[in-house]
């Protein structure tokens, strides 16, 4: 089985990083890391480094939120993919082609109406991936 959680920087991303590393790690199962880039024409601007800078980077958050969850042992893969103004269906693709058995994935609190109304790609990802999917929320503030 393959625990998957889609990166996002965000308090929301990193509760959902660590959520699915407690996951993986009590499964014994592998933990992807999902992430969906903007859309690069490589012979235009970008550069082959550049790109490559970019997925250093992205290892470097992931890793953080493992350190700073308790997780900084836990093995895990990045899967990228890009998107050209649609990341929801690239995510779902990218979701799809791994064939994850769970999705993890990270949500703002919301209020009441919020939460009836959800946010569109989340709702998206929702009706779209036919793996179960635990949404997990950002963390209360210390107080």
């Keep these: 089985m393959t625990i998957a959680v889609v990166h996002k ?3 929301e991303g990193r509760a959902a990083i660590v959520a699915a590393a407690r996951e993986s790690v009590g499964r014994s199962e592998e933990l992807l890391v999902l ?3 903007d ?3 490589i ?3 970008v550069s082959i480094g550049n790109i490559e800078d ?3 980077a ?3 958050e992931i890793q953080s939120a493992l350190d700073a969850g308790g997780f900084s042992e836990t093995k895990w893969d990045l899967r990228t993919t890009e998107h050209d103004g649609d990341p929801v269906t690239a995510l779902v693709n990218l979701v799809h ?4 058995d769970l999705l993890i994935v990270g949500t703002r609190r919301m209020s009441p109406i919020g939460k009836f109304l959800l946010e569109r790609p989340l709702q998206r990802l929702l009706l779209e991936v036919e793996a179960p999917i635990l949404v997990v929320k950002e963390p209360l503030p210390a107080e």
């Design 58 to 60: 992205l290892r470097g």
């Design 54 to 56: 970019d997925r250093a």
């Design 9 to 11: 920087d965000s308090p």
């Design 97 to 100: 082609g791994a064939g994850v």
């Design 43 to 45: 012979g235009d601007t």
């Design 35 to 37: 992430h969906v880039l």
């Design 39 to 41: 859309d690069v024409n």
